[in-house]
């Protein structure tokens, strides 16, 4: 079966950096976009990057745009998302999803998610 499983996250200063991984078993990405969530305490989710499925067209929200970039490597099965210049506001737990087709938005729907892993930015 389909299974997502998101790793990486941890408590870090501002300013400092973070990779998160997200392994993928049970489906070919050559079918899907990959996309990565966020949620913090009290507020909604929110969409923050994906990557097409084979081209890595990729997408990025106004809140990480140029710190965040997402990569994939197939041959791993696995996608990264790199937090760079990490602020207290990036607080969350981050969730990676998938979409099936070569290239679902952030708003579209995403059917697949992994458990989340908590990312704490604090001095």
């Known amino acids: 079966h389909l299974q997502l499983v998101e790793s990486g996250g941890d408590s870090v200063q501002p300013g400092g950096s973070l990779r998160l991984a997200c392994a993928a078993s049970?489906?070919?990405?050559?079918?899907?976009?990959i996309g990565w969530f966020r949620q913090a305490p009290g507020k909604e989710r929110e969409g923050i990057s994906c990557i097409s499925n084979s081209k890595g067209n990729t997408d990025d929200s106004e809140s990480v745009k140029g710190r965040f970039p997402i990569s994939r490597d197939n041959a791993k099965k696995t996608f990264y998302l790199q937090m760079n210049s990490l602020k207290p506001e990036d607080t969350a737990i981050y969730y990676c999803?998938?979409?099936?087709?070569?290239?679902?938005?952030?708003?579209?729907?995403?059917?697949?998610w992994g458990q989340g892993t908590q990312v704490t930015v604090s001095s």
């Open positions: 049970g489906f070919s990405l050559d079918d899907y976009t």
């Open positions: 999803a998938a979409a099936w087709g070569p290239w679902v938005p952030l708003e579209g729907m995403y059917d697949f």
